[in-house]
């Protein structure tokens, strides 16, 4: 009662019971002892004692705390007698004061894991050197009260280092062991360090007391090797540079390699410096680039016949097709299988085509050939070869069906080549527009076609492409040429398909028939009248022309029409004058006669010559033959 | 089993020049792996721990204090003086019947991840040690005449028994107490290496 009064009396007075007591940690230092803190709650403004009772895990008996003072205040300090280790302790706190008492949360504590050691002591710091460069030595002995000699304890060390003047420590982990080393020092360098430890499974110790260390100044050492270092690579350096300058133009060549300046001949850059035009293209002119005498001239007349095969026969009436396109000679070329290539509209291409007409004729010629044989229709035939050379009277390249035996200069002045027939076209083509086009080609005056059809069409291009363009024209040429040979005499050679690539039969020659053997074939001879060798410009033909067939008589004589010519006469040869026609009737018989009636003509060695020769055409194969004529 | 063979080539031998040596090797061969085996332990642990409510978790330290592990029969040192004043027979003894405790219970430790399946095999081999151990001390051969004497009551049935719904504070208790025991197995082992060893500072 008397107690209820006082408390009651308490309370009414404002006190009250103690607050609620806590306790803050538990800590063992060797695993041997504990301690135990508490805080204690609001003492409720009367005295308040606290008391700490514990339980060990495997009794129901409570014990009170054995030392409150050992550890200080509100502390409960367990001995070692007290101390069990692998024993859950439940701890609890109790405040107490007049008015009531107030129990803490219970703790449950094992004093394996709250182990937390002291520092480290007896920390000692040394320099020491490694082959003149300094380093940190430092040393420490564990905690006094760890018994780590006998294995109970095993602790593990931590050391951290910082100079005096920076902020961040520099951790290092020690392991078991009572020494470390820090190397890497600074050179005058102060610096600190600590150590702590910790046990397998516990807490980490405080930092044990700061070390003061100052590391020498060794700095001198460092100098001299910089000061080697230096004059090493100044001496180098020299080195370099007179290496350098010794071998200045080879490396400047390899490292900056001339660049190549153009290399014209002729070509003077001083002129284009000076920016005249007319003095730079003046200067490309070379003398003899393109060729403008008159010896090239003689050069390109076809002096010869040229034989060619049947085979190239018809490769040449391909090519004569693809040139003839709308001259009459291409639609009566029927057996060609050619469709048309090429066109001959433009005059210019006339001129080339025409001059193709040598394929066609060829063809015809092996028609004739094969009238002559048959005897069926070689009039017509005949007709249709004088018919064209009568048209190849004309010089004019709109003779559209005329067999022109005209030749581009460009393809005449390289025989020697051995053309593609199949090029011929694409060739001539090419020759014309490149004829056309180029303005630096050279007019032949020679060139009878080009009086024609204008300086433009028969340029006589000569140049890198010439060669290449004349290539495949010359053997073409010379086909033509062996075709218009036959024409000219109506009568196929003998030696037509076999001598086709004998040089000698480069020029154009007349020949005239010699006689007609038993298998009715007219046998040709070559004759050399005076009449015909002319050179350079064109001349008006003489002699006689008996390219036309005017018929058969009744004795199978073939009779050949003489062509309107002036001042033809051939000397030596027998012929039959009709009147003011000049027509030369010369019959020969088809049989055995021998008749040197035929008048033949010797080529008109006059290349380009456009002008018709007696035989009625004009003769620009020879120019193929340019330089063996 | 290589512990085995090369304990055994030492007997075979006789007395080898460095016995001490042989039976540091070992023992630091046993003590790592009890180590091995009680971080195993004390991981286990805390990740159940921190799996638990905060309200379940003061429930079963209550609980815990109530029950007491399986090994609780086994009298082992308490304190530092026992320990010291245990031979190392007796620690190595006490050492072998805890590990043994734990060999057929451990294998219930919530088997299915990695650690946990290693912890069982661990266990027979550090018995293994243990006892190789005690056989190269040189009371060895008198205290283990009949392994039979050291053929413990079925404890497995201990922990088997219990039903479904406690298995929470099963768990937890079969955490704890197996962690604990490492740590004791732990201890005696170091102490009992350390003792043996010539130099005093035993700090390895």
Redesign the interface.
């Known amino acids: 009662m008397t107690q209820e009064t006082g408390a009651t009396a308490a309370q009414l007075k404002g006190y009250s019971p103690p607050g609620k007591p806590t306790l803050t940690r538990c800590r063992s230092p060797e ?2 002892t504990f301690t135990c803190w508490w805080e204690p709650g609001s003492d409720g403004g009367l005295p308040t004692t606290h008391a700490l009772y514990y ?1 060990k ?2 009794s129901e008996r409570v014990y009170e705390c054995p030392d409150y003072h050992t550890a200080g205040e509100n502390s409960c300090f367990f001995n ?1 007698n007290d ?6 302790y ?1 701890i609890t706190v109790v405040a107490t004061n007049t008015l009531g008492s107030a129990f803490s949360d219970p703790v ?1 504590v ?1 004093v ?1 894991y709250i182990v937390k050691p002291n520092p480290p002591e007896k920390q000692t710091v040394t320099i020491m050197e490694d082959k003149g460069w300094p380093f940190l030595r430092v040393s420490w002995e ?1 905690p006094q009260k760890a ?6 304890i ?2 593990i060390y931590e050391l951290r280092v910082k100079l005096e003047e920076e902020n961040e420590w520099e951790m290092h982990l020690a392991g ?1 062991q ?1 020494t470390f080393n820090i190397f890497s020092l600074r050179s005058g360098g102060k610096y600190l360090v600590e150590v702590r430890c910790k046990p ?2 516990g807490f980490w110790s405080e930092w044990s007391s700061t070390s003061y260390i100052k590391v020498p100044d060794y700095f001198h050492r460092e100098k001299s090797v910089w000061i080697l270092l230096t004059i090493f690579s100044a001496f180098i350096f020299l080195i370099l540079t007179w290496l350098l300058h010794m071998n200045s133009r080879s490396l400047k060549n390899c490292i900056l390699p001339p660049v190549p300046g153009p290399k014209i001949k002729g070509f003077d850059n001083q002129l284009l410096k000076n920016g005249k035009s007319d003095e730079i293209f003046s200067a490309l002119m070379v003398s003899n680039f393109p060729p403008t005498t008159s010896s090239n001239y003689e050069d390109l007349l076809v002096e010869y016949l040229e034989v060619y095969v049947p085979v190239e026969q018809e490769l040449m009436q391909e090519e004569s097709k693809d040139l003839h396109g709308g001259c009459l000679k291409c639609e009566r070329s029927t057996s060609d299988s050619d469709s048309g290539r090429g066109s001959c509209d433009s005059h210019t291409l006339l001129m080339d085509k025409c001059g193709e007409t040598k394929e066609e004729g060829r063809h015809t010629d092996r028609a004739s050939s094969r009238m002559l044989t048959e005897a069926q229709r070689h009039q017509k035939g005949w007709e249709k070869d004088t018919l064209t050379y009568a048209h190849g009277d004309m010089v004019s390249p709109d003779m559209s069906n005329g067999r022109v035996k005209t030749w581009p200069s460009v393809f005449s002045p390289l025989p020697q080549y051995s053309s593609n027939p199949l090029d011929k076209q694409s060739s001539l083509e090419m020759a014309k527009q490149h004829c056309l086009s180029t303005s630096s080609c050279l007019t032949q005056p020679g060139h009878s076609t080009k009086e024609a059809l204008g300086p433009s069409n028969w340029d006589f291009c000569l140049g890198n492409k010439q060669p290449h363009l004349l290539h495949p024209q010359t053997q073409v040429g010379r086909q033509l040429q062996a075709h218009s040979e036959v024409n000219i005499s109506n009568i196929g050679r003998k030696q037509a398909p076999a001598g086709l690539q004998s040089p000698a039969l480069r020029s154009t020659e007349y020949v005239e028939v010699q006689r007609v053997n038993e298998e009715d074939l007219v046998l040709l001879q070559p004759v050399v009248s005076g009449c015909g060798r002319i050179e350079g410009y064109p001349q008006m033909p003489k002699g006689k022309d008996y390219s036309k067939v005017k018929g058969v008589d009744s004795d199978n004589m073939l009779l050949l029409q003489r062509e309107v010519m002036e001042e033809d006469w051939c000397p030596g040869v027998d012929q039959e004058i009709n009147g003011g026609t000049g027509n030369c009737y010369t019959s020969s018989t088809v049989n055995t006669t021998q008749k040197p009636t035929a008048c033949i003509h010797t080529a008109m060695p006059v290349q380009g010559d456009m002008a018709l020769a007696m035989n009625g055409y004009v003769d620009t194969a020879t120019m193929c033959t340019l330089p063996t004529c | 089993m290589e512990r085995a063979v090369l304990l055994l080539s030492l007997l075979s031998l006789g007395v080898s020049s460095q016995p001490i040596t042989d039976g540091q090797r070992l023992f630091s061969i046993a003590v790592s792996r009890v ?1 091995h085996l ?1 971080l195993l332990a ?1 991981r286990l642990f805390s990740d159940f721990e921190s799996s638990l409510q905060t309200e379940e978790q003061r429930q079963l ?1 209550k609980i ?2 109530q029950d ?1 592990c399986n090994s ?1 029969y086994i009298i082992s040192p ?4 026992e ?2 004043r245990s031979s190392v027979l007796k620690l190595l003894s006490i050492s072998y019947r805890l590990v043994e405790s734990w060999e057929f219970p451990s294998r219930s430790l919530s088997g299915g991840s990695a650690p946990r399946n290693q912890i069982s095999p661990k266990l027979s081999e550090l018995k293994t040690g243990i006892l190789l151990l005690i056989k190269a001390s040189e009371d060895g051969a008198e205290l283990f005449p009949d392994s039979s004497a050291l053929q413990l009551p079925p404890y497995g049935n201990y922990y088997q028994s219990l039903s479904a719904d406690e298995s929470l504070r099963r768990t937890y208790e079969l955490l704890a107490c197996f962690k ?1 025991d490492m ?2 197995v ?2 005696y082992l ?6 043996l060893s010539p130099e ?5």
């Open positions: 695993k041997e339980r895990e495997s070692k101390t069990s280790i692998w024993v859950n439940n449950d094992d394996v564990p018994d780590t000699r006998s294995g109970w095993t602790l078991h009572k397998d499974h | 180590q009680h004390q330290n815990f204090l007491f609780d308490i304190d530092k003086h320990t010291q604990k740590h004791k732990e201890t170091t102490v009992a290496k350390c003792r005093a500072n035993c700090t390895l």
